[in-house]
């Protein structure tokens, strides 16, 4: 059974960081792909992908300000976000790429503002 727990949001200034975690239980980080999503309103984007070989892949307005990692041994995942800004508001999911759609966790609140 695959649980998802994310955690590490909270609210800070345009051009802050934030560390986001995700523990998980249920999946294999050697044959699975994991993404990091985020829905500030209606839809889930995907924002953070993750091979198991080590393969990032970011869409272009995030490329350079988001890291994608895990720790295979310890089932965690972790989105490193810099220089933040208002548009990154939104809560932020992970789950496996392609998305487990049964098994999302509560996601965790990031809000940026001044």
């Known amino acids: 059974q695959v649980q998802l727990m994310e955690s590490g949001g909270g609210s800070v200034q345009p051009g802050g960081s934030l560390t986001l975690s995700c523990a998980t239980s249920g999946i294999d980080f050697t044959i699975n792909a994991m993404g990091w999503y985020r829905q500030a309103g209606e839809g889930r984007e995907l924002i953070a992908r993750l091979?198991?070989?080590?393969?990032?892949l970011y869409p272009s307005s995030l490329k350079g300000r988001f890291t994608i990692s895990a720790d295979k041994a310890a089932k965690t995942l972790y989105l490193q976000m810099n220089s933040l800004k208002a548009e990154d508001t939104a809560v932020y999911y992970c789950?496996?790429?392609?998305?487990?759609?049964?098994?999302w966790g509560p996601g965790t609140q990031v809000t940026v503002s001044s």
């Open positions: 789950n496996t790429q392609p998305p487990d759609f049964g098994s």
């Open positions: 091979t198991p070989a080590g393969h990032t």
